[in-house]
């Protein structure tokens, strides 16, 4: 069992820049693929980004292509999300899922999913 807590969302002005953190629970963190989903109000869950096991690939949504980058760190179990030049459609809940084959693509059957932290970004 593998569990997921994002922080780090919070308001910013259009332009500006957040990072997101997930921290996992369990020895196996580094055995998983990550991934960053996000929800806006009234619309479906978008895949944003998959990151491998190692971190050595990763799989950006055309929409944040040079704007947001993925990391990870699994000594500490964590995944980044660092979001720059954030546009007002960006605001979301965004949220971190794991997935134990290590597969990192939008079509990824993910196992664990955390509770989300909200980004919202102001015109």
């Known amino acids: 069992q593998v569990q997921l807590v994002e922080s780090g969302g919070g308001l910013v002005q259009a332009g500006g820049s957040l990072r997101l953190s997930c921290a996992a629970s369990?020895?196996?963190?580094?055995?998983?693929?990550m991934a960053w989903f996000r929800q806006a109000p009234g619309k479906e869950r978008e895949f944003v980004v998959g990151i491998s096991w190692s971190g050595g690939n990763t799989y950006y949504a055309d929409s944040v292509k040079g704007r947001f980058t993925i990391s990870r760190d699994n000594p500490k179990n964590t995944v980044y999300l660092q979001m720059n030049s954030l546009k007002p459609e960006d605001t979301a809940v965004y949220v971190c899922?794991?997935?134990?084959?290590?597969?990192?693509?939008?079509?990824?059957?993910?196992?664990?999913w955390g509770q989300g932290t909200q980004v919202t970004v102001s015109s």
């Open positions: 369990g020895r196996t963190f580094s055995r998983y693929a």
């Open positions: 899922a794991a997935e134990m084959t290590g597969s990192y693509y939008p079509w990824s059957q993910y196992d664990y």
